[in-house]
């Protein structure tokens, strides 16, 4: 069996007003996705506002997940940083919190020099030194850097790599990235519009920012190609495609989160330099999530109390 298969959901971190962590917030999102088919939780992932967190703040997160998280349903921590020191540091935290595995996001600042021997090297530094599997991590929209697949071949090899989040929609090269990786690595595409794509391609899953909101939908999607009801997959794509572009490329980790207080969950602001969206695209997000029928809250919490 493939190990971290199955449909996780990258978790926003939520703030408050005063751009501190809404602790109490989060631990209701985490109750509630307990209650949902969602195989895992994905913290600190790029909807979790990670590069916005301090180390200090960023550990309190993931304790606080862990302790919402009972075994047997995996969690994931994003313990990706610039260096390859800090990055190993990192992970030996989310290891030493109880995470069930991290994802490492690729390096990127000095993009020229980011060549595929030196993530070969980064990545196998990382995997010498974690206690936890890890998982690659490639997100060229936040990077401006790409994995390729050939690297990903060669760091597929490691004991200790198991797979790769390609967030991605080159269905091209995630087809690619599974013809060159053993049975048993596992790829999990990011990317929520192309999902049942790369679900035909055969991705083994996800870690999709759109599942925090809808969990059943990929769960069946999933089930539906298994199944090969090819038609009604895609039909369930297509009418997934507005709200996803929404959270997704178009307003990022404030259309989530805005979303997210719309079904009740704590969602809260971004943190700064990101901004909430409008009102007018607040109003189009609840059109949205309402033609899904995905049950609306009476009020928006602005705060949870423990």
């Given at each position: 069996?493939?190990?971290?298969?199955?449909i996780f959901t990258p978790i926003a971190t939520p703030f408050r007003d005063d751009d501190t962590i809404d602790e109490a917030g989060l631990r209701h999102?985490?109750?509630?996705?307990?209650?949902?088919?969602?195989?895992?939780?994905?913290?600190?992932?790029?909807?979790?506002?990670?590069?916005?967190?301090?180390?200090?703040?960023?550990?309190?997160?993931?304790?606080?997940?862990?302790?919402?998280?009972?075994?047997?349903?995996?969690?994931?921590?994003?313990?990706?940083?610039?260096?390859?020191?800090?990055?190993?540091?990192?992970?030996?935290?989310?290891?030493?919190?109880?995470?069930?595995?991290?994802?490492?996001?690729?390096?990127?600042?000095?993009?020229?020099?980011?060549?595929?021997?030196?993530?070969?090297?980064?990545?196998?530094?990382?995997?010498?030194?974690?206690?936890?599997?890890?998982?690659?991590?490639?997100?060229?929209?936040?990077?401006?850097?790409?994995?390729?697949?050939?690297?990903?071949?060669?760091?597929?090899?490691?004991?200790?790599?198991?797979?790769?989040?390609?967030?991605?929609?080159?269905?091209?090269?995630?087809?690619?990235?599974?013809?060159?990786?053993?049975?048993?690595?596992?790829?999990?595409?990011?990317?929520?519009?192309?999902?049942?794509?790369?679900?035909?391609?055969?991705?083994?899953?996800?870690?999709?920012?759109?599942?925090?909101?809808?969990?059943?939908?990929?769960?069946?999607?999933?089930?539906?190609?298994?199944?090969?009801?090819?038609?009604?997959?895609?039909?369930?794509?297509?009418?997934?495609?507005?709200?996803?572009?929404?959270?997704?490329?178009?307003?990022?980790?404030?259309?989530?989160?805005?979303?997210?207080?719309?079904?009740?969950?704590?969602?809260?602001?971004?943190?700064?330099?990101?901004?909430?969206?409008?009102?007018?695209?607040?109003?189009?997000?609840?059109?949205?999530?309402?033609?899904?029928?995905?049950?609306?809250?009476?009020?928006?919490?602005?705060?949870?109390?423990?």
């Amino acid at each position: 069996m493939t190990p971290l298969a199955g449909i996780f959901t990258p978790i926003a971190t939520p703030f408050r007003d005063d751009d501190t962590i809404d602790e109490a917030g989060l631990r209701h999102n985490v109750a509630r996705w307990m209650g949902t088919p969602l195989d895992g939780l994905v913290v600190l992932g790029s909807n979790g506002e990670a590069p916005q967190l301090d180390d200090e703040e960023a550990d309190r997160v993931v304790d606080l997940v862990r302790e919402g998280v009972p075994a047997g349903r995996p969690l994931i921590a994003g313990t990706g940083r610039e260096s390859t020191r800090a990055t190993i540091a990192a992970t030996r935290r989310a290891a030493a919190a109880g995470v069930d595995a991290v994802l490492v996001r690729t390096p990127s600042f000095f993009k020229p020099q980011m060549t595929g021997e030196v993530f070969v090297r980064h990545y196998a530094e990382v995997a010498e030194a974690s206690p936890v599997p890890v998982l690659l991590y490639n997100v060229s929209t936040y990077t401006g850097v790409n994995l390729l697949p050939e690297a990903v071949e060669r760091l597929a090899g490691h004991a200790n790599i198991v797979g790769i989040k390609e967030s991605g929609g080159d269905i091209g090269q995630i087809a690619e990235l599974l013809g060159r990786t053993p049975d048993g690595f596992t790829v999990l595409a990011g990317s929520a519009t192309t999902f049942v794509h790369a679900l035909c391609a055969g991705c083994h899953g996800g870690i999709l920012a759109l599942a925090s909101l809808v969990p059943e939908a990929f769960v069946r999607m999933r089930a539906l190609v298994a199944e090969g009801r090819l038609d009604a997959a895609r039909a369930l794509q297509r009418q997934l495609l507005p709200i996803a572009r929404s959270v997704g490329s178009v307003h990022g980790v404030a259309g989530l989160k805005a979303a997210l207080d719309l079904i009740g969950y704590a969602g809260g602001p971004p943190r700064p330099p990101l901004r909430p969206v409008s009102a007018d695209t607040r109003e189009l997000i609840r059109a949205q999530l309402a033609a899904l029928d995905v049950p609306l809250a009476h009020a928006e919490p602005a705060l949870y109390t423990a």
